[in-house]
């Protein structure tokens, strides 16, 4: 599970404590505890690991005196819980330090490459909405028809497939043969920083900036990558929608609505998707969590410059600041998402209180 | 005569003990099952590849480590290499047979792992509550709101690639669902009078656990764990493809991919046909699940 | 929310508007050079501190240097670059340079002796991974006001003995002979670090480009200096996209979207040699393959072992399948096109050999473990060994990492072989000399963790003195034999097993001319290159 992007198996929390004041301050000092712990777990792992930051940063010809004064200044010869508290300490004054391999704040590469990760996941998310919502419902109400099927079997295949072979086809096709899109990358090298980057979404920048080439060309560079990770959430998103619906057109109400001669698409639209709309926030809330962790698969093969792939980069060259300062942030938002999910059980969910 | 015997054995309404309709019920479920196309597609995929392992000295017509520089990148339907050969000229179909076993072997052993370790942890936060449930819960909530992908990456770089670190890696990011689910089950069942009841005979909170509430939770996790599968092979093949998991000569599928996917213009069948496994592979496991989740757990699927 | 339904809106039309409207660029425009490259080994744009290729790349087109090499003609050697001129004391420990005048840096400061000496000195003091470049001629923190030395127009600088003066001035062209603009730098000092932290991120040089940006595995753009002494360069920008697959870099070749691709594997680079108005220049790079036995282990220490290793590498086979074109043999430690390289290539693949040789040492059962970088190429090097070892009776674990994590361990002395790539540091046979066959105390306090000999366990059996003596050697015939003869042994006894050496193939536009890596000696320059 820990690789593929396209798995949302996540499950909220359902609520467990019954006064809001209370609620609050247990959610607020389970995020701070949640928090803590993951910044203290990566920042244990990133000490026993047997990469050398050390050596990640002077490379292969350092004297052993370049190294012992970089061991010095990275603060190494320190116990751990001394560098840990220094780092809380850091943290919570919003700094998180300097990425050792390029010498800049964390907080500024976060800046840079949060957003790449945002936009695709946004777009993916949203391509997985648009297609898989209707597609499940379709497929609840016409249970047992082609079109159940084939939302089956679009499900089972996007469960089924290797996103970095998929991906990589994709590329080749659509790019390398047909040219119908841009290719890797978030937008063509003509259109490097032509937009002043104002929110760090291309997209939105190009737009509000005026500019449509940048627009367009952005666009093209998005869409297979989003359309790919769009993909993965459809079968989701589908399945859940699909299995959610089924529950409430088995309901009595619904007989009776039917029995009543309310017509099918009231039926369906106004009543059972109505009921269903909580259940299927989650989800979807859930899924964009798993994309917004950032796709590394994809965003490798597409070769976009975002979380994902940062982490990474940065988790096997030892730059510990720069993976825990990811993993605050990925982990805030999922945090984030799951609480607001919660919360949408105890606003909407009647059954819940 | 003696199957007819058995047959009306099994089906029948009024069981004479619990074995007996232990027995029914689970054939009752095969049968079931076994209606369901799809899922028996799954399983026979999934036993042809179980036979295929068992046997790959047999039938792969090659030793897949045997590397032949002057005949490498052979296309596929090449006399003598189905599928074609790889960069350094090794057989494809022979190493994607000796692939089935690595898959097998790392499936099996996350399927070991994982939801037993969630068993154990959802079952006592659940049975035991207090202070116990917060704390276990709270870590459950941190390994579950940690970016997978780092804690797999970071786990495999601190013990060293290989094929175990690599299963361990994956059950660390896989066992907190498991663990919620099984906790959610706990709170079901122990409040329920049959639970009191026990508790009432004096059962101790140990022999509670393990006699009467892990039976219950089987079901809900065998059924997770199925449709979980396909995630593991592709995740284990998502670290075969960073290079992280098997080590070379291994035929890993997703190291093969990776191997593959430099020659994937020119060559794309070196980097297809262990995609192609992959996907066959997870696929069945999908259809398997969802098969027995119709059978096992009706409510909770479709 | 207004501006999101609108962005939504939008997106969907062009959704519904199709795809297909998309059709790519035909070509970059005419003052443009677009290169798809592998920069994510670039961790700083300082010139005293960068060291990786990318990074060299940067460096040698924003810095001027007080001798450089001329991308149109580095067969010459060095050539005056900020220094116009130079002497050399009679003892021949000091070299007075003479400034070139009316030259300027970016910021429009005037180049003078004192920035060249101040970027000189800066680099000895702080100490960064390339500082041994030019504190083996003795300078130190300590010393290095009066070692080296401004004075008007004039640059002196004193090395602790007579050396080769090519060996000097051939370190000079090295990236850390960069010469900062010392006013910016300065202004831009935080904490007494000589403004590092800045010139980390930022540049502050006189060549032919400035550093526009440097986004970290994502680009780096150049725009070009019209105020540049040798000419305003006819590519007005330069922009470094890191693209890490070869297939991707070749699809954005082929599709015009880019004007060369610079890593391109031998496949893609057979592929893309068919295409239309796609060409391939090959350059002979300084890049070593080579595998490390490592001396402490009993085994491995054998004479006999160390030679049969050598008959157990497939060298024509590696180079004519997964390495073709892109490696040629080469089993010596001074690259080709260095002074004083030798080509003899005595070693071929013989597995009976090896095995008359590792009984000749009483070995059986031996069993190894290979440490090796996770580059495609070398993993393949490693399995194909492996292969050839197995022949032979001898069992090789292959341990794949990142480069942190393999090389922790070669510098430990930990790993029984390793499997490595060298590239030389500066265009002077002493640059690979002084590593490889070059190891004063090979205990293991003496950590000396930057000679390759010292990493192996390898005291070079007599090799150091030599070393030593070629170093200092005024006169080149000399040294070229001394070199000559060194390798010869080096060849026979030592216990690395030297393999390939690097041919980089560039995939170029058809219309890129004067395209230039730097072959061996030195990085890619852009400001010979018209289209």
Redesign the interface.
Known sequence: MALTDNNTERRPRGPLFPQWIKTTAMTLSSIAVTLLGLLFITFIIGRVMPIDPVLAIVGERASQSTYDAVYLELGLDKPLIVQFLYYIWDVIHLDFGISLLNARPVAEDIARVFPATLELATLGIIIGIVLGVPLGVLAAVRKGSWIDQVARVLALVGYSMPIFWLGLMGLLVFYGILGWVGGPGRVGIFYVDVVPSVTGLILVDAALDGNWDVFKDAFSHIILPASLLGYFSLAYISRMTRSFMLEQLSAEYVTTARVKGMSEWDVVWKHAFKNIRVQLITVIALSYANLLEGSVLTEIIFSWPGIGSYITTALLSADMNAVLGGTVVVGLIFILLNIFSDLLYKVFDPRAK | MAEHYLRAWLLTDTPTSRRHAKMSALYQGWLSFRSNTMAMIGLIILLLLVLIAAAAPLISPHDP???D??N??APLGTPGHIFGTD???RDILSRLIYGARITLYIVALVALIAPVVGLLVGTVSGYVGGWVDVVLM??T??F????????????V??L??GIENAVL??SL??WP?YA?IARAETLTIRSSDYISAIQLQGAGALRIITKHIWPLCISSLIVRVTL?M???I??A???G???LGA???SPEW?AM?S?G????????WV??MP?LA??TV??A???LG?GLRDVLDPKA?? | MNAFNRLLTSAAICLAVGVTSFTAHAETPANMLVIAHRIDDVTTVDPAESFEFAGSDISRNVYGRLVNLDPNDLAAGYQPDLAESWTVSEDGKTITFTMREGVTFHSGNPVTAEDAAFSLQRAVILNKTPAFILTQFGFTPENVTETIKADGNQLMITTDKKYATSFVLNCLTATIGGIVDKQVVMANEVDGDMGNTWLKTNSAGSGPYKLDSWKPNESVTLSSNPDYYGGAPAMERVIVRHVIESASQRLLLERGDIDIARNLNPEDIAGASSADGVVIADELKGRLMYLALNQKHPELSKPEVRQAFKYLIDYEGMRDSFLKGQYTIHQNFLPATYLGASDENPFTYNIEKAKELLAAAGVENLEVEIGVREAQERIEIGQSFQNAAAQAGIKVNITVGTAAQILGRYRARELDVYLGAWGPDYPDPQTNAGTFAYNPDNSDEANATGLLAWRTGWDTGGLTEKVEAAVTEGDRDTRVQMYLDIQEEFREISPFVMMFQQIEQSALRDNVKNWSTGQAVTAAAYWQVTK
């Open positions: 480590f045997v590397q520089l002057g490498r990148l960069s350094l000229g709270r870590i909530d941190i579950l709101a940690f970016p997978r992908l780092v804690l797999a990456l970071a786990f770089a601190a060293g690639a890696a994956i990011t896989a669902p919620r979980d396909a995630g593991i592709l995740a093949a998502g670290l493809f960073l290079g080590q070379p000569p997703g991919i191997e996917r430099r020659f994937i213009l020119d060559h794309w980097a297809t995609g992959i996907f997870s696929l496991f999908n259809l969802d699927g479709e």
